[in-house]
C-alpha cells in the first residue's frame, strides 16, 4: 500500500536555528499538507499546497515557516528561526481526489527545540 | 471559528463495545472523520461520513451522525485490546480542505 513518508524521525535542535522537515508524499497525489500536534493538545493544520503554491496557511503559519515541493518528489516545511514552542510532532499528509476522500498520513517527525 | 471537542478518555472492559462522542461546530462541514492514533504513530483513517449521511457501519466500526446537534460518535463493538489508542474526530469542508481535528480520546481497554 503506497503511503507518506517523513524524515527525520526525530529532530533535535537548539532555539534560533533553522530546520528543514522532508515528507514524500504519495507519488501521484496533488494535493500536500502540514500539520503539527505540540505534546497532549490537538493536531493543528498548518498549510495546504496545491499546484505549486499555498492554497490556504493557519495562523500558526507565520514568516518563520515556508514550504516547498523542490523536486516534484519531496515537499518540504522549513523553520527558519526555531522557537522553543515550535517543539512538536509535525506530520505531513497527501492527498488526491480519487473518490477516497483520505488525506495520507505521514508518521511524523517530532522536533525538539531546546 | 471551526472547533471540534470530544472527552479526553474512555475506559472499557474487553469484549465491550466502546462509544466515542464528538460534536463540532461548523455547519458547513462536509466530511467527518475518525482517525487513529497508536503509540509512536500516525494518524490512520478509520472511517468518515458524508453530511448527508446518518449512519455509517463498517466491519465493527458503526459512525452515527446528528446533524442537527452537530453530534459524532464512533462505536467500536467486541472491542479489543488492539483498540487501545488516541481516536480523533475531526472534520473537513471538502476532500481536499484542511482537516480540523479534535483534542482526541484515549481509549483503554481492562481485562
Known amino acids: 500500500e503506497p503511503e507518506v513518508t517523513q524524515t527525520p524521525s526525530h529532530q533535535v535542535t537548539q532555539m534560533g536555528q533553522e530546520v528543514i522537515l522532508r515528507c514524500v508524499p504519495i507519488?501521484?497525489?496533488?494535493?500536500f499538507y502540514w500539520y503539527r500536534q505540540i505534546l497532549g493538545q490537538k493536531v493543528e493544520f498548518l498549510v495546504s499546497f496545491y499546484n505549486n503554491e499555498i492554497s490556504e496557511k493557519s495562523e500558526i503559519f507565520d514568516d518563520q515557516f515556508s514550504v516547498e515541493r523542490p523536486d516534484g518528489s519531496n515537499f518540504t516545511l522549513k523553520i527558519r528561526s526555531t522557537k522553543l514552542e515550535d517543539s512538536a510532532m509535525y506530520f505531513c499528509?497527501?492527498?488526491?481526489?480519487?473518490?477516497?476522500?483520505?488525506?495520507?498520513f505521514g508518521p511524523g517527525t517530532r522536533l525538539t527545540v531546546t | 471559528g471551526e472547533d471540534v471537542e470530544q472527552s479526553l478518555f474512555l475506559s472499557v472492559r474487553e469484549g465491550d463495545s466502546s462509544v466515542i462522542n464528538c460534536t463540532y461546530t461548523d455547519s458547513s462541514s462536509t466530511y467527518l472523520y475518525w482517525y487513529k492514533q497508536e503509540p509512536g504513530a500516525g494518524l490512520q483513517l478509520l472511517t468518515y461520513?458524508?453530511?448527508?449521511?446518518d449512519m455509517k457501519q463498517d466491519q465493527r466500526l458503526t459512525v452515527l451522525l446528528n446533524k442537527k446537534d452537530k453530534h459524532l460518535s464512533l462505536r467500536i463493538a467486541d472491542t479489543q485490546t488492539g483498540d487501545s489508542a488516541i481516536y480523533f474526530c475531526a472534520e473537513g469542508g471538502s476532500s481536499a480542505s484542511k482537516i480540523i481535528f479534535g483534542s482526541g480520546t484515549r481509549l483503554s481497554i481492562r481485562p
Open positions: 507519488s501521484n497525489h496533488l494535493y
Open positions: 461520513i458524508f453530511s448527508n449521511m
Open positions: 499528509a497527501s492527498f488526491t481526489p480519487d473518490g477516497t476522500y483520505e488525506q495520507y
